[in-house]
């Protein structure tokens, strides 16, 4: 059987945003939101996972994390090793088996 989660991880900082969790495997049942209708198409992108992450697993300074509905400026996102930029940026489809890494490339001096 296929894999059915989507692997998150955190790196450079991200981490300690989200409690300390270098890492997570979601559902892809745990996107579906049941005061909203379910997609019909049942695909997510990773808007989605961002609003998700933003919902339910995000602990402190939402800002550091997001900027809007995208990720902010100086946090790289890495989907299946390549930068998701090519990928379609937060509109790519993600597919089970799928791993989205956000990194930070902010630090101090």
């Known amino acids: 059987m296929p894999p059915r989660d ?3 991880e ?3 900082g991200v981490e300690l945003l989200f ?3 270098k890492q997570l495997d979601i559902p892809i049942s745990k996107f579906h939101d049941p005061s909203h209708p379910a997609k019909e198409n049942l695909t997510y992108t ?3 996972l961002l609003q998700l992450l933003k ?3 995000l602990k402190q300074r939402l800002e550091l994390f997001l900027q809007g509905d995208n990720v902010k400026p100086g946090i790289l996102v890495v ?3 390549c930068d998701w930029e090519l990928m379609g940026g937060p509109d790519y489809e993600l597919e089970p ?3 989205v890494v956000f990194i930070s ?3 101090g001096g």
Do not use: E, K, S
């Open 6 to 8: 989507i692997r998150v």
């Open 10 to 12: 955190f790196a450079g």
């Open 19 to 21: 409690d300390n969790q």
């Open 46 to 48: 990773v808007r989605d």
């Open 55 to 57: 919902d339910r697993y």
């Open 79 to 81: 989907i299946n090793d």
């Open 97 to 99: 088996g799928d791993r």
């Open 105 to 107: 490339t902010l630090h």
